[in-house]
């Protein structure tokens, strides 16, 4: 059947319909990773969002239900120039196609996806509708896309209610390793190994704002208890737990939008533990400490984007997944100072929080998909937690 994408400023593509034949007005945005097309359709991050794929092949292994980052994909639609519909790999569970049935999400396949890329590096992010209908009135549809509002997805996308991740859980133990479980609800994985026992038995509170399953797993397969808390819990009730460190996750939309989760951010900032924060938790944390953020032109997304650690010289190649970013002009330099920036533009990709154990940053140490160069800050943070606990 025939698909239509249909861009703000008018612009039209012509393909062939995937997933669910229905209408998705979203915001539009593009993804430059080869692989690792599950994660991205079952990141929380981007909820309320369609992605195009630049990489001209998806689907050729399938989906793999291990590789999700959620229980149920977020995004609102997929764009492809070609689907793989005869996967070959000895993990799949079942094509793209089902599984864009299955959870009732349309696609369009077909069309010259480097064309659209083009438009979105050169107008910017724009809003979008993927249709079926033939006879669409474009004179109806351009004011509702530029009425769109991504809306409170944090508040859609976090856990309804707290919850435990086994995380330090001895199956067996030796000198060099030790085993522990994971498993979040009915989702069980088979264990895996710790590699540093210094993380054993440290309790981590997680403010889930729409939070990979990788995050979590990051820090129980180095031993930790993990809490995860709704977006919207109360300073006072994570810290009445007593946790040996915060961390405060990835999520979707404005950070500015978050207005009650900053106020309690702040409280939690105050406190004194041990804080490492990612993706939205790194802008929340700086607006809840006086910064400010603002919208990228097309965003980071993909899994080859070069940041440098400003106090080693050192570049990670990392994994990106956002459209807004720190404003490095409106800092308070006796509270925080840079740690990260972006190589290729230069914006801002990690902050160091004077006097205080609190770092974040705006890229993914736990990759999926990408590359695992920089997932040594979690080790960071275990060390700084055993810090504060000797403190």
Request: net charge negative; charged share 25%; with cysteine.
């Amino acid at each position: 059947m025939r698909a239509f994408l249909i861009l703000e400023d008018g612009t039209v593509f012509e393909g062939i319909s995937i997933g669910a034949q229905k209408e998705a007005i979203s915001e539009i945005v593009f993804n430059t990773s080869m692989a690792g097309y599950v994660e991205i359709l079952t990141d929380p991050s981007y909820a309320g969002q369609s992605v195009c794929m630049t990489y001209p092949l998806i689907g050729n292994y399938g989906i793999c239900n291990q590789d999700m980052e959620s229980k149920k994909p977020w995004v609102k639609g997929l764009i492809v120039r070609e689907l793989s519909r005869k996967p070959s790999n000895f993990r799949c569970d079942r094509t793209i196609q089902e599984f864009l049935l299955e959870y009732d999400i349309p696609g369009i396949a077909s069309i010259d996806t480097r064309a659209l890329t083009k438009i979105l590096r050169k107008k910017g992010t724009m809003n979008g509708m993927i249709t079926c209908d033939e006879n669409y009135n474009i004179h109806e549809i351009l004011p509702k896309l530029k009425q769109y509002e991504l809306g409170n997805v944090v508040e859609e996308v976090s856990c309804k209610e707290d919850y435990e991740v086994i995380g330090a859980k001895m199956f067996e133990e030796d000198e060099e390793n030790l085993k522990i479980g994971f498993g979040k609800g009915e989702k069980q994985s088979p264990p895996v190994l710790v590699k540093e026992r210094k993380g054993v038995g440290k309790r981590v509170a997680l403010l889930d704002l729409g939070a990979k399953e990788n995050i979590i797993l990051s820090l129980a397969k180095r031993g930790c208890f993990i809490t995860v808390y709704p977006a919207w819990t109360k300073a006072e009730e994570i810290l009445r737990k007593r946790p040996d460190g915060i961390m405060l996750s990835n999520g979707p939309g404005d950070p500015k939008s978050c207005v009650s989760i900053i106020k309690e951010i702040k409280k939690l900032y105050d406190a004194d533990i041990p804080i490492f924060a990612i993706c939205l938790g790194h802008q929340l944390m700086n607006l809840a400490t006086g910064g400010d953020t603002y919208k990228l032109k097309y965003g980071h997304r993909g899994g080859n984007h070069p940041v440098k650690d400003l106090k080693t010289g050192r570049v990670y190649i990392s994994s990106q997944n956002h459209g807004y970013v720190v404003d490095m002009d409106k800092l308070d330099k006796n509270i925080v100072e840079p740690a990260f920036i972006n190589v290729n533009d230069g914006t801002n990709e990690g902050l160091r929080y004077i006097g205080k154990p609190v770092f974040t940053v705006q890229f993914h140490p736990e990759a999926c998909p990408g590359p695992w160069d920089s997932e040594v800050l979690f080790d960071n943070f275990i060390d700084m937690m055993e810090e504060a606990r000797h403190a």
